[in-house]
């Protein structure tokens, strides 16, 4: 297909066919756009593009919003599966404020204590997916756990007692 008959093609049906997969998912947009790539990219282009625009919209929408609510369903269910860390009787920390804390760390700290605690990547591992040295990471890793020792400090039960304040 010829640049400028798909650019009339893309002039005359893009919003129509926005619209049209609105119906069936949020990311309406990307599927209108892959729908025209994969009609760019066809051998021999069909006897009706418009027809087959809306057929391929309609099935990559109907598709995306599948995909769009088994997410949703799986970030639902594991959000409400568990927290970040067990409780266990024998520590003086509180799950939930740990948690919290975690949340609250600036989001390189916070991203090398995760993918190398929880994770089990080195920091060579951890530098190379975050695009910084080795060393690096492992300087956000320590300064992340002094700021969470620092702030969980103050609500660690066991540190209470012996604040004479």
């Not at 997969?21 to 990307?30: F, I, L, M, N």
């Not at 994770?119 to 591992?125: I, M, N």
Request: with cysteine.
């Amino acid at each position: 297909m010829d640049p400028d008959q798909l650019g009339r093609l893309i002039d005359q049906h893009a919003s129509a066919l926005e619209l049209y997969a609105r119906q069936w998912c949020g990311s309406a947009e990307d599927v209108v756009q892959e729908a025209f790539l994969k009609l760019a990219q066809q051998a021999r282009p069909p006897d009706n593009p418009a027809a087959w625009l809306f057929r391929a919209v309609r099935n990559a929408a109907i598709n995306t919003g599948i995909a769009e609510g088994r997410r949703r369903r799986h970030e639902s269910d594991a959000a409400e599966a568990r927290g970040w860390f067990q409780s266990e009787t024998s520590s003086p920390l509180d799950p939930a404020d740990a948690e919290a804390e975690l949340r609250r760390l600036d989001p390189g700290p916070r991203e090398t204590i995760v993918a190398h605690l929880w994770g089990g990547l080195t920091f060579e591992q951890v530098g190379k997916l975050m695009g910084i040295s080795s060393s690096k990471a492992h300087r956000l890793y320590a300064a992340g756990l002094s700021t969470l020792r620092e702030r969980l400090g103050a609500s660690c039960p066991a540190n209470r007692e012996k604040d004479p304040s």
